[in-house]
T-cell receptor, first 115, second 114 residues
Framework: GAGVSQSPSNKVTEKGKDVELRCDPISGHTALYWYRQSLGQGLEFLIY????????KSGLPSDRFSAERTGGSVSTLTIQRTQQEDSAVYLC?????????????FGPGTRLTVT | GNSVTQMEGPVTLSEEAFLTINCTYT??????LFWYVQYPGEGLQLLLKATKADDKGSNKGFEATYRKETTSFHLEKGSVQVSDSAVYFCALSDPAGANSKLTFGKGITLSVRP
Protein backbone atom coordinates (compact mmCIF):
# COMPACT_ATOMS: atom_id res chain seq x y z
CA GLY A 1 0.00 0.00 0.00
CA ALA A 2 0.93 3.65 -0.15
CA GLY A 3 3.43 4.90 2.35
CA VAL A 4 3.79 8.31 3.95
CA SER A 5 4.09 11.03 1.34
CA GLN A 6 5.40 14.55 1.73
CA SER A 7 5.37 17.58 -0.50
CA PRO A 8 7.23 19.41 -1.80
CA SER A 9 10.35 17.27 -1.87
CA ASN A 10 12.51 20.38 -2.06
CA LYS A 11 11.77 23.97 -1.16
CA VAL A 12 14.04 26.97 -1.54
CA THR A 13 12.80 30.15 0.04
CA GLU A 14 14.11 33.58 0.92
CA LYS A 15 14.70 34.57 4.50
CA GLY A 16 11.58 36.10 5.98
CA LYS A 17 9.09 34.23 3.79
CA ASP A 18 6.50 31.77 5.10
CA VAL A 19 6.51 28.13 3.97
CA GLU A 20 4.04 25.27 4.24
CA LEU A 21 5.07 21.63 4.24
CA ARG A 22 2.54 18.87 3.71
CA CYS A 23 2.33 15.31 4.99
CA ASP A 24 -0.07 12.54 3.93
CA PRO A 25 0.15 9.70 6.46
CA ILE A 26 -0.65 6.07 5.85
CA SER A 27 -4.40 5.64 5.71
CA GLY A 28 -5.85 4.61 9.06
CA HIS A 29 -2.84 5.64 11.11
CA THR A 30 -3.98 7.68 14.08
CA ALA A 31 -0.58 8.96 15.22
CA LEU A 32 1.41 11.51 13.23
CA TYR A 33 4.82 13.01 14.05
CA TRP A 34 7.01 15.73 12.61
CA TYR A 35 10.79 15.62 13.02
CA ARG A 36 13.61 17.78 11.74
CA GLN A 37 16.93 16.45 10.51
CA SER A 38 19.83 18.88 10.39
CA LEU A 39 23.59 18.52 10.37
CA GLY A 40 24.12 20.29 13.65
CA GLN A 41 21.21 18.90 15.66
CA GLY A 42 20.61 15.44 14.23
CA LEU A 43 17.02 14.19 14.29
CA GLU A 44 14.75 16.23 16.55
CA PHE A 45 11.11 15.74 17.46
CA LEU A 46 8.86 18.70 16.65
CA ILE A 47 5.18 17.87 17.18
CA TYR A 48 2.86 14.88 17.72
CA UNK A 49 -0.79 14.34 16.81
CA UNK A 50 -2.88 11.47 18.14
CA UNK A 51 -6.42 11.10 16.90
CA UNK A 52 -8.57 14.03 17.94
CA UNK A 53 -6.49 14.91 20.99
CA UNK A 54 -4.73 18.22 21.36
CA UNK A 55 -1.28 18.01 19.72
CA UNK A 56 1.91 17.82 21.75
CA LYS A 57 3.88 20.87 20.54
CA SER A 58 6.70 20.51 23.05
CA GLY A 59 9.39 20.10 20.37
CA LEU A 60 8.61 23.19 18.30
CA PRO A 61 11.71 25.42 18.44
CA SER A 62 9.90 28.76 18.32
CA ASP A 63 6.48 30.34 17.91
CA ARG A 64 7.24 30.78 14.21
CA PHE A 65 6.48 27.07 13.84
CA SER A 66 2.95 25.70 13.84
CA ALA A 67 1.19 22.62 12.57
CA GLU A 68 -2.29 21.35 12.07
CA ARG A 69 -3.89 18.08 11.14
CA THR A 70 -7.19 18.20 9.34
CA GLY A 71 -9.75 15.43 9.63
CA GLY A 72 -7.30 13.21 11.43
CA SER A 73 -5.34 12.72 8.22
CA VAL A 74 -3.28 15.27 6.27
CA SER A 75 -0.97 17.51 8.26
CA THR A 76 0.64 20.84 7.39
CA LEU A 77 3.71 22.27 9.08
CA THR A 78 4.00 26.04 8.68
CA ILE A 79 7.12 28.07 9.31
CA GLN A 80 6.62 31.82 9.39
CA ARG A 81 9.32 34.39 8.72
CA THR A 82 11.86 31.70 7.86
CA GLN A 83 15.43 32.04 9.10
CA GLN A 84 18.60 30.43 7.77
CA GLU A 85 18.77 28.16 10.80
CA ASP A 86 15.46 26.63 9.68
CA SER A 87 17.27 24.99 6.75
CA ALA A 88 16.92 21.23 7.31
CA VAL A 89 15.09 18.15 6.14
CA TYR A 90 11.62 17.97 7.65
CA LEU A 91 10.38 14.43 8.15
CA CYS A 92 6.87 13.23 8.77
CA UNK A 93 6.06 9.84 10.27
CA UNK A 94 2.87 7.99 11.08
CA UNK A 95 2.04 5.03 13.26
CA UNK A 96 -0.99 2.79 13.56
CA UNK A 97 -1.44 3.93 17.13
CA UNK A 98 0.41 6.25 19.49
CA UNK A 99 1.69 3.29 21.47
CA UNK A 100 5.35 3.63 22.25
CA UNK A 101 6.50 0.27 20.92
CA UNK A 102 4.82 0.57 17.53
CA UNK A 103 6.88 1.21 14.40
CA UNK A 104 6.84 4.69 12.94
CA UNK A 105 6.78 4.89 9.13
CA PHE A 106 8.67 7.82 7.70
CA GLY A 107 8.08 9.84 4.59
CA PRO A 108 10.90 10.86 2.21
CA GLY A 109 11.14 14.32 3.76
CA THR A 110 11.07 17.90 2.52
CA ARG A 111 14.45 19.55 2.14
CA LEU A 112 14.07 23.21 3.08
CA THR A 113 16.76 25.70 2.12
CA VAL A 114 16.47 29.27 3.37
CA THR A 115 18.66 31.71 1.43
CA GLY B 1 15.64 13.72 30.03
CA ASN B 2 16.00 10.87 27.59
CA SER B 3 19.06 10.53 25.40
CA VAL B 4 20.74 8.11 23.02
CA THR B 5 24.48 7.99 22.48
CA GLN B 6 26.02 6.34 19.45
CA MET B 7 29.66 5.72 18.70
CA GLU B 8 31.38 8.29 16.52
CA GLY B 9 31.63 7.67 12.82
CA PRO B 10 32.02 7.26 9.96
CA VAL B 11 32.84 3.57 9.77
CA THR B 12 34.43 1.99 6.71
CA LEU B 13 34.63 -1.79 6.40
CA SER B 14 35.53 -4.30 3.76
CA GLU B 15 32.84 -6.66 2.50
CA GLU B 16 32.30 -9.71 4.76
CA ALA B 17 33.78 -7.93 7.78
CA PHE B 18 32.10 -8.08 11.21
CA LEU B 19 30.16 -4.99 12.24
CA THR B 20 29.43 -3.59 15.68
CA ILE B 21 27.81 -0.19 16.19
CA ASN B 22 27.54 0.82 19.83
CA CYS B 23 24.44 2.45 21.29
CA THR B 24 23.69 3.35 24.90
CA TYR B 25 20.67 5.14 26.28
CA THR B 26 19.28 7.09 29.20
CA UNK B 27 15.55 6.98 29.84
CA UNK B 28 13.11 7.84 32.58
CA UNK B 29 10.96 4.80 32.04
CA UNK B 30 11.41 1.41 30.50
CA UNK B 31 11.81 2.24 26.81
CA UNK B 32 11.39 0.40 23.56
CA LEU B 33 14.57 0.46 21.51
CA PHE B 34 14.93 0.70 17.75
CA TRP B 35 17.49 0.76 14.99
CA TYR B 36 16.46 2.77 11.94
CA VAL B 37 18.43 2.84 8.69
CA GLN B 38 18.61 5.44 5.94
CA TYR B 39 19.92 4.12 2.64
CA PRO B 40 21.32 6.64 0.14
CA GLY B 41 18.48 8.64 -1.43
CA GLU B 42 15.82 6.88 0.64
CA GLY B 43 13.77 7.63 3.73
CA LEU B 44 14.23 6.31 7.24
CA GLN B 45 13.03 2.77 7.74
CA LEU B 46 12.89 0.47 10.70
CA LEU B 47 15.64 -2.14 10.76
CA LEU B 48 14.80 -3.89 14.02
CA LYS B 49 13.40 -3.30 17.49
CA ALA B 50 13.19 -4.73 21.00
CA THR B 51 10.60 -3.85 23.59
CA LYS B 52 11.83 -5.47 26.81
CA ALA B 53 15.02 -6.53 28.54
CA ASP B 54 16.94 -9.42 26.96
CA ASP B 55 14.83 -9.26 23.80
CA LYS B 56 16.82 -9.67 20.62
CA GLY B 57 15.69 -7.85 17.51
CA SER B 58 16.87 -9.19 14.18
CA ASN B 59 16.42 -8.44 10.49
CA LYS B 60 18.49 -8.79 7.29
CA GLY B 61 21.31 -10.48 9.23
CA PHE B 62 21.51 -7.63 11.76
CA GLU B 63 20.93 -8.26 15.46
CA ALA B 64 20.71 -6.17 18.61
CA THR B 65 19.99 -7.27 22.20
CA TYR B 66 18.25 -5.05 24.77
CA ARG B 67 20.62 -4.97 27.76
CA LYS B 68 18.96 -3.24 30.70
CA GLU B 69 21.92 -3.70 33.04
CA THR B 70 24.26 -1.83 30.70
CA THR B 71 21.54 0.35 29.11
CA SER B 72 22.79 -0.69 25.69
CA PHE B 73 21.44 -1.83 22.33
CA HIS B 74 24.48 -2.51 20.16
CA LEU B 75 23.93 -3.41 16.51
CA GLU B 76 25.88 -6.33 15.04
CA LYS B 77 26.20 -8.15 11.75
CA GLY B 78 28.49 -11.04 11.09
CA SER B 79 29.29 -10.31 7.45
CA VAL B 80 28.50 -6.92 5.92
CA GLN B 81 27.72 -6.37 2.25
CA VAL B 82 28.20 -3.35 0.02
CA SER B 83 24.41 -2.93 0.07
CA ASP B 84 24.56 -2.31 3.84
CA SER B 85 26.19 1.07 3.21
CA ALA B 86 23.82 3.54 4.88
CA VAL B 87 23.31 5.77 7.91
CA TYR B 88 22.21 3.91 11.04
CA PHE B 89 20.26 5.54 13.87
CA CYS B 90 19.62 4.13 17.31
CA ALA B 91 16.42 5.42 18.91
CA LEU B 92 14.15 4.96 21.90
CA SER B 93 10.52 5.55 22.74
CA ASP B 94 9.81 6.03 26.43
CA PRO B 95 6.44 5.04 27.87
CA ALA B 96 7.11 7.39 30.79
CA GLY B 97 7.28 10.29 28.37
CA ALA B 98 4.45 12.58 27.38
CA ASN B 99 4.07 10.84 24.03
CA SER B 100 5.55 8.07 21.91
CA LYS B 101 8.04 10.28 20.09
CA LEU B 102 11.37 8.80 19.11
CA THR B 103 14.58 10.13 20.63
CA PHE B 104 17.43 9.48 18.20
CA GLY B 105 21.16 9.17 18.43
CA LYS B 106 23.24 11.26 16.04
CA GLY B 107 23.54 8.45 13.50
CA ILE B 108 26.59 6.79 12.06
CA THR B 109 27.53 6.42 8.42
CA LEU B 110 28.66 2.96 7.35
CA SER B 111 30.52 2.49 4.09
CA VAL B 112 31.28 -1.04 2.91
CA ARG B 113 33.87 -1.42 0.17
CA PRO B 114 34.02 -4.42 -2.17
Amino acid sequence: GAGVSQSPSNKVTEKGKDVELRCDPISGHTALYWYRQSLGQGLEFLIYFQGNSAPDKSGLPSDRFSAERTGGSVSTLTIQRTQQEDSAVYLCASSATGTYHYEQYFGPGTRLTVT
Amino acid sequence: GNSVTQMEGPVTLSEEAFLTINCTYTATGYPSLFWYVQYPGEGLQLLLKATKADDKGSNKGFEATYRKETTSFHLEKGSVQVSDSAVYFCALSDPAGANSKLTFGKGITLSVRP
